[in-house]
């Protein structure tokens, strides 16, 4: 795949970029290397300067930097700056939490035999994040941000419709003031991820892509014994109990369906709703669809811009005319308007069966399925009968049915009564194929630390005993 930025509103290329070669790449990883062993000995407070500055910079440029995003991907000008936004939060959480997080652990010294025990986090070094187009600042700045404050340094291969974004990031923490080299964007294909996680100076991966792309790393990974941390892909359900706020519920479903154009791993794309109001919320919910406006996405009155590519249009409408072609009914929708770019309307597909490709595939587009259960027991076997486990939604006014929900749905987050998001303040990721390890919170930055046991003895007898345990 040629790396370029591709207006998916027009199909026009804008700018294109030689890939790097094989000496360019390994003077990245020498420059992350040097910058890493420069960056561990700074302080959280001098780190804590630097990622302020970067937040600062965001904030300033935030107009230009969602410009460039939806020219390269196809985002509405509205969401593209609110991104930017959640970015600049990201880096203020982390610089303000850093010394809370990276804190020693005391542990009981007693317990242990010594005089003193404690769990220190440290950096491990250069980790190499794997980065999608659909969000292409904030799933980067998720591992970056909290990578950084640690004290490891970054090496970014992002999808290669999205290079101008990714060279902004690098610029954006060099100017910020971290040392150089602390985060590299590697101008490379796929193939070159295997060269680049096999150097030993490389400790670490994260990825966030398809579960083709991650069983790839993890394989590549654990023959040279590195760690990964993978945020895949994601079919979430979205269940509607009779209890519900039909109005809210639909009025939600929309936007958490069509979010991102319908382009976003916790998109609600599984719509599970009790036999009781099915036909009431299908009914909201389809005329919530229909009226979205599809469009420009620079116009500030688009509501849903273009697919990233024509291959991902293509996709979805090939899974929209399968279910079609054995016995599924549009509601709205199902078919891509005529003239240039990759656009596509709001769907609603309903009268689903396990045969059809929606039934069990991930629509990566604004397309909703909508499945009628007649019971809990069967929200909880649709929800789940699923190779994913990402997000999740559950719709209910019912405290029991609540707290059944969140310990029934087997998925990484759990939304009641709201939309799946991600916030600094909470982990995220999934489980089954969606995936494993967890972005985001405490648990995100230590994710790539050494977790180091540091015990603390006085005397030779101390020192004796335990020298017979493990």
Known sequence: MPIATTNPATGQVLKSYDPMTAEQIDAAIERADLAYRQLRG????????????????????????????????????????????????????????????????????????????????????????????????????????????????????????????????????????????????????????????????????????????????AQIAGRELKKTVLELGGSDPFVVMPSADLDRAAEVATTARCQNNGQSCIAAKRFIVHADVFDAFAGKFAAHMSALRVGDPMDPDTDVGPLASEGGRDEIHAQVRDAVDRGATVLCGGEPPAGPGWFYPPTVVTDLRPEMRMWSEEVFGPVAGLYRVSSYDEAIEVANGTAFGLGSNAWTRDPDEQERFATDLDAGNVFVNGMTTSYPELPFGGVKNSGYGRELSALGMREFCNTKTVWVGEGAATAGAGAHAE
């Open 42 to 217: 700074t302080t959280i407070v001098q780190r804590e300067r630097w990622l302020t500055a970067a937040a600062d910079l965001l904030e300033a440029e935030r107009d230009e930097t969602a410009r460039l995003m939806t020219t390269e991907m196809g985002k509405t000008y509205a969401s593209a700056k609110a991104e930017v936004t959640k970015c600049a939060t990201a880096c203020r959480f982390y610089a303000a939490k850093a010394a809370e997080f990276l804190a020693d652990e005391p542990a009981d010294a007693t317990a242990v035999k010594a005089t003193r025990a404690f769990v220190r986090y440290q950096p491990i070094g250069p980790v190499l994040a794997v980065m999608p187009w659909n969000f292409p600042l904030w799933q980067v700045m998720r591992f970056a941000a909290p990578a950084l404050m640690a004290g490891n340094t970054g090496l970014l291969k992002h999808a290669s419709n999205v290079p101008q974004t990714a060279l902004l990031l690098e610029d954006l923490f060099r100017r910020a003031g971290f040392p150089e080299g602390a985060f590299t964007t590697l101008l490379v294909g796929s193939a070159e991820v295997d060269r680049v996680l096999s150097d030993p100076r490389v400790r670490a991966a994260t990825l966030t892509g398809s579960e083709r792309a991650g069983r790839s790393i």
